[in-house]
């Protein structure tokens, strides 16, 4: 069974960074593509960053490009998001996800994810 844990967040000041990790337990990561994904209360779930299985290949939303910066240790099993820059409008709850290779994960489309771990809280607040 697929299992993926979120941790790392933490309330930050505009300007600052945090470093979010998503470790999985019960498979080997490195058979799949993982998301990051965030909602903040009142908002979809939104698609912010991709990784595939390798690490070689990486996708980011505009919102988030040039200041996150997905990666992957698959001896491990964690996969990162660094966060730097962070604005007020990044406040949300962060979710990484697991797909299957042979989805359109690349899209970054929830549906496109079907394992999904419970969260981690990020505050960018003064």
């Known amino acids: 069974q697929l299992q993926l844990v979120e941790s790392g967040g933490d309330l930050v000041q505009p300007g600052g960074s945090l470093r979010l990790s998503c470790a999985a337990s019960g498979f080997a990561l490195d058979h799949y593509p993982i998301g990051w994904f965030r909602q903040a209360p009142g908002k979809e779930r939104e698609g912010i960053s991709c990784?595939?299985?390798?690490?070689?290949?990486?996708n980011y939303a505009d919102s988030v490009k040039g200041r996150f910066t997905i990666s992957r240790d698959n001896a491990k099993r964690t996969v990162y998001l660094q966060m730097n820059t962070l604005k007020p409008e990044d406040t949300a709850v962060y979710y990484c996800?697991?797909?299957?290779?042979?989805?359109?994960?690349?899209?970054?489309?929830?549906?496109?994810?079907?394992?999904w771990g419970q969260g981690t809280q990020v505050t960018v607040s003064s």
């Open positions: 990784i595939s299985s390798s690490g070689l290949s990486t």
């Open positions: 996800a697991a797909a299957d290779p042979l989805s359109n994960w690349w899209h970054l489309l929830p549906r496109e994810f079907a394992s």
